[in-house]
């Protein structure tokens, strides 16, 4: 039926309409390939740029964390309102439905617990495997000024390798040790340090001045939630993070172990993707939350 195809009349090629040549809409990342964009793409909102992950990938060293006992019925309801799953390949196969829609941001480094040196990481999935799981990104905790800064270092660099080799973007995850201070200049160094060996996304944490951090850092950078704060002080920082130049969120412990963890992550996705301020976030916040209750 070919010939009868080329024979039914004139062909239109919109001569008058240039094809689009579009830039890539993440910071840095204009160079990378088709597949690394992709994955990118799903990770973050082509719309607003942003995303809001959401983390509970804490027990790969911390066992069951304070929220995090039961993944099945404390975390798969918030699913449908998070971006990204940030999460360990056991939790992956153990528990997230196959049918999941969520792009799958994969912790990928890990070794020692809580009761011994948290430097002393190695790589702890096979780029084969994050492929197979279908993942969208690896994450790799790196370790600066740590007993084992070097190493952790090369955990990233490796995967950051493998992952060229197949499309799969790195996220550096700056870890601050106990003795370190959380500063400008500490977390400045450390993101910098990520993005120039190769990280395609930098995690951080919020510290004053981070204007300073997103302008040295010349690819995407999200910021963790850390510790448990109220959800007004957590809000604040989310915002004040997203108008000093961060890309998103990957927060754990200030949406499941929030009281109303659903109209948590509602509330950061409206500071996140809308640029609500904080007062504005919290009202919703409190707004669903007596709504649940009432
Ligand atoms: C901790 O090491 C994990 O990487 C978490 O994913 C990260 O700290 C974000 O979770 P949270 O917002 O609870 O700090």
Same mark, same amino acid.
């Given at each position: ?165 197949? #499309?799969? +973007? %790195?996220?550096? !995850?700056? &870890?601050? /040790? @106990?003795? $370190? ?8 160094? =450390? ?24 302008? #040295?850092? +010349? %690819?995407?950078? !999200?910021? &963790?939630? /850390? @510790?448990? $704060? ?8 989310? =915002? ?27 509330? %950061?996705?409206? !500071?996140?993707?809308? /640029? ?19």
């Amino acid at each position: 039926m070919a010939e009868a195809e080329i024979q039914s009349g004139e062909k239109e090629y919109f001569l008058d309409i240039p094809q689009k040549n579009e830039t890539f809409f993440l910071k840095g990342c204009a160079n990378y390939d088709w597949g690394m964009k992709n994955r990118l793409a799903r990770i973050f909102n082509p719309r607003s740029g942003k995303t809001v992950m959401l983390a509970f990938d804490h027990g790969y060293f911390q066992g069951p964390t304070t929220g995090l006992e039961r993944i099945d019925v404390t975390i798969l309801p918030l699913t449908p309102f998070a971006d990204a799953l940030m999460l360990t390949r056991g939790i992956l196969r153990s528990v997230i439905p196959a049918a999941t829609s969520n792009p799958v941001v994969m912790r990928a480094s890990g070794g020692p617990s809580i009761l011994k040196e948290l430097s002393n990481e190695h790589i702890a999935c096979d780029m084969d495997d994050a492929v197979r799981m279908n993942c969208s990104a690896v994450a790799v905790q790196v370790f600066i000024g740590g007993e084992y800064e070097t190493q952790s270092v090369g955990n990233m660099t490796r995967l950051v390798d493998a992952g060229m080799r197949v #499309g799969m +973007p %790195v996220l550096g !995850v700056t &870890a601050v /040790g @106990k003795e $370190l201070v959380r500063d400008v200049k500490y977390i400045g160094l =450390a993101t910098r340090m990520c993005a120039e060996l190769g990280a395609a996304v930098v995690k951080t944490y919020f510290v004053p001045d981070f204007e300073k951090v997103a302008a #040295g850092c +010349p %690819v995407p950078l !999200v910021i &963790a939630g /850390g @510790k448990k $704060l109220p959800e007004l002080e957590a809000l604040k920082m989310a =915002a004040d993070a997203i108008q000093q130049g961060a890309s998103g969120v990957d927060m754990g412990r200030n949406i499941f172990q929030s009281d109303a963890p659903v109209a948590m992550l509602k509330a %950061v996705r409206k !500071v996140v993707h809308e /640029g609500l301020n904080y007062k504005q976030a919290n009202e919703y916040f409190l707004e669903l939350k007596n709504a649940k209750n009432g």
